[in-house]
């Protein structure tokens, strides 16, 4: 693995249930790299490993395995396709120099697909398309292929037609080398080469044409060439090919059955032949310590850097952590990372083959590679050589877009938090805040599925359950008008009395303003130390709430008259009486209740946008405006926490999954009377 050319780096995405992991599978078994053809849905798959992906049959996290094919060295990485895992691929595509997008013949292109072609267009990947499920009853090749040219303007170009479908799907036509290719019958993945069948002849010199046509364009001397000749060579052919696509200027489409392990073999020549080898991409931009620029490029003679993207934590091997090796050659027992500044000594260093680990003396550009129980070094890091130091940009996570209350499901709420926190290294997108009024533990996910397999994960590996409740929502307490009103404590039980009297005004203060305590005594009518007594008292029933048990703000107090006893006055019968006169004071100054109002923006394709806004509005939202960007309608909102904490779920199912939202905190509202009502009915019945 010295030569930086006979490496391939590259990410299979697509849609879910577009068979990536079978795909990878079956990828691995025909280059002899695995012994079996591994399924997903008998738990047998080399790629998806884990319990919950067993489970639910899906890819929870990106697997990782390489091959070796026409001498060449292939790492995959297959990532989820599921929405409420797609941070796992975002990171996989950061890292990785190429990708295969897998569009399912039957499902066509689906509302993931988009996703995974903006991170394919962000980083211009070279990319390969590869129809997926040509056996299966109902795929249609052409019909995929054109809905993939409507939607996207990724210039997908034929280079293998299918020759039939369903289970008669048997082969496909090399377009470039004009010849059939049929496949083994015995689920091996080889091929035999033979004549385009016949009545295909046509269809196949259209698009040998449109080829040539699309590989010469990207290249003055060829495309002067094929105007003058109408031909290019096989060799031109080909070289040409290879450059278009590593530009990313077409995307090559490819058709399989990978359940029945055909059409793999192709894939695989089309793998090594046209994508890219790391030292054929552009260098990666970093800074240095002074804050200039600075350029690696994928060569061994080029000091050692490369950047974490995915951490992994096990509960006897400890954090497992898995990077790109972008420059220089890695051997030896430590690195420097550089975004925390320190040196890190590491034990073996690993190729991943799906759960199990193989160790190597040393990584090149291009390669993943993982290395065990580091201290410091978490996602996103840094790693390089001490005496040329760099620095990446940061990964960026996806935002959490759903809340819960967490809590452990059998009280052993250290271990549980301890559990959370180990599972923050792994997953980035996990969120662990405080919400300080509701004293509640609120974790943040990506969506309700997700925060399900992390429960399902810290379970297995840590023996602990959390337990989800929707969060409460931070109401708070304020009143409308302003009173004067009178508080006053006198109790007399034989011995020492209690008196304290006291009268205040009681005034609303402008919406976050919180709260302001005035002392207008003249004279002595309250004595000095007992005053402050009266602000306590206040402040303690303000905290505990009045009408629904919720915080009061946004109020004036001017304590400005009361009396006093010699003998029974203390510090403790004035704050009882400042108490008594704030609660009746409430009482009378048309007390409202103030609901937390977030801004939402969603991203939402043009044919949903009514669908969207109509579903704002039914939850008391007040859309501020609408931006367009290339892709998507940008709805901008102002709608209470109330009616949206489910919003993830709900807007997946409104919009089919094409829509996206962001959500922060904006300000307070009044809630509406009846809705008042009804939260007071509830904190009386709780109470």
């Known amino acids: 693995m010295q030569d930086v050319q006979q490496i391939r780096n590259t990410v299979i995405l697509g849609h879910g249930n577009s068979g990536k992991t079978t795909l990878a599978d079956a990828l691995l078994f025909t280059a002899g790299a695995v012994n079996r053809l591994g399924k997903v849905d008998d738990g047998s798959s080399v790629m998806d490993f884990e319990p919950e992906e067993i489970k639910r049959q899906v890819s929870i996290s990106t697997g990782f395995n390489h091959l070796n094919w026409q ?15 797609v941070n796992e691929t975002k990171f996989a595509v950061q890292v990785a120099d190429s990708a295969i997008l897998t569009v399912g013949a039957v499902l066509g292109v689906r509302s993931q697909t988009e996703r995974f072609v903006d991170f394919v267009e962000d980083r211009k990947l070279p990319c390969l398309i590869c129809i997926t499920k040509m056996d299966r009853e109902r795929a249609n090749f052409q019909k995929t292929v054109d809905e993939i ?11 293998y037609l299918p020759i039939g479908a369903e289970d008669r799907f048997e082969g496909v036509v090399d377009i470039a080398g004009n010849t059939g290719l049929f496949f083994a019958a015995d689920g091996s993945g080889k091929v035999t080469k033979g004549d385009v069948p016949a009545g295909m002849e046509d269809e196949v010199a259209t698009l040998r044409e449109s080829l040539m046509e699309y590989v010469a364009e990207t290249d003055d001397d060829l495309i002067e060439k094929f105007l003058e000749e109408g031909e290019l060579s096989p060799d031109e052919l080909a070289s040409g090919l290879a450059v278009a696509v590593r530009e990313a200027k077409i995307a090559p489409v490819c ?35 002074q804050g200039e620029l600075v350029e690696r490029r994928a060569s061994t003679d080029e000091p050692f850097s490369a950047q974490v993207f995915k951490t992994m934590a096990d509960p006897f091997a400890g954090r497992l952590t898995i990077f790109r090796v972008y420059s220089g050659t890695l051997s030896g027992d430590t690195f420097y990372n550089a975004s925390k500044e320190t040196s890190e000594r590491f034990g073996h260093l690993f190729i991943l083959e799906g759960k199990e680990q193989k160790q190597v003396k040393q990584a090149v550009p291009g390669m993943i590679v993982a290395v065990a129980k580091l201290k410091e070094t978490v996602t996103g890091d840094t790693l390089c050589d001490e005496s040329h130091p760099v620095v990446y940009d940061a990964l960026e996570p996806m935002a959490p877009v759903i809340s819960y209350a967490v809590s452990a499901k059998k009280g052993d709420e250290e271990k549980l938090f301890s559990s959370i926190t180990r599972m923050l290294d792994e997953d980035l997108t996990l969120q662990l805040t405080r919400e300080q009024q509701t004293h509640e533990i ?49 109790k007399q039980s034989g011995g020492r009395g209690q008196y304290g009297d006291c ?16 002392d207008s005594i003249v004279g002595g009518v309250i004595p000095q130390q007992y005053r402050p007594a009266v602000e306590k008292g206040i402040i303690e029933a303000m905290e505990k709430g009045v009408i629904a048990g919720y915080p009061f703000v946004d109020v004036k107090i001017n304590l400005i008259d009361g009396s006093y006893h010699n003998v029974d006055s203390s510090e403790m019968a004035f704050k009882i009486a400042g108490s008594l ?31 969207v806004m109509g579903d704002l509005n039914s939850r008391r939202g007040k859309v501020l405006g609408m931006d367009a960007t290339e892709k998507y309608e940008v709805v901008k909102a102002h709608v209470p926490q109330s009616e949206i904490l489910l919003y993830a779920p709900d807007l997946t199912s409104m919009t089919g999954g094409r829509g996206a939202f962001t959500v922060r905190f904006s300000h307070y509202e009044e809630v509406p009377s009846q809705l008042m009502e009804k939260i007071i009915v509830q904190h009386e019945s709780e109470g």
């Open 71 to 85: 001498k060449k060295e292939v790492f995959l990485s297959d990532t989820p396709g599921d929405d409420n895992f």
């Open 149 to 159: 040219k409507e939607n996207f303007d990724l210039n997908p170009v034929i280079l």
């Open 255 to 289: 058709a399989v059955a990978a359940l029945k392990n055909a059409g793999t073999s192709v894939l695989l020549d089309t793998i090594v032949d046209v994508l890219p080898s790391p030292d054929q991409r552009p260098a990666i931009v970093g800074t240095d310590p």
């Open 442 to 490: 609120l974790i943040s996910g990506v969506g309700q599925v997700h925060l399900e397999a992390v429960g399902d994960k810290m379970k297995r590996k840590f023996g602990v359950e959390m337990e989800l409740r929707l969060p409460k929502v931070p109401y708070r307490e304020t009143i409308k008008d302003s009173v004067t009103v009178q508080g006053k404590h006198k």
């Open 503 to 518: 009268t205040i005004e009681m005034s609303p203060l402008p919406r976050g303003e919180g709260f302001e305590f005035v």
């Open 581 to 611: 006169a704030f609660k009746k004071g409430v009482e009378d100054a048309k007390p409202v209740l103030l609901e937390p109002i977030f801004e939402l923006e969603v991203m939402v394709d043009k044919e949903h946008v009514g669908d």
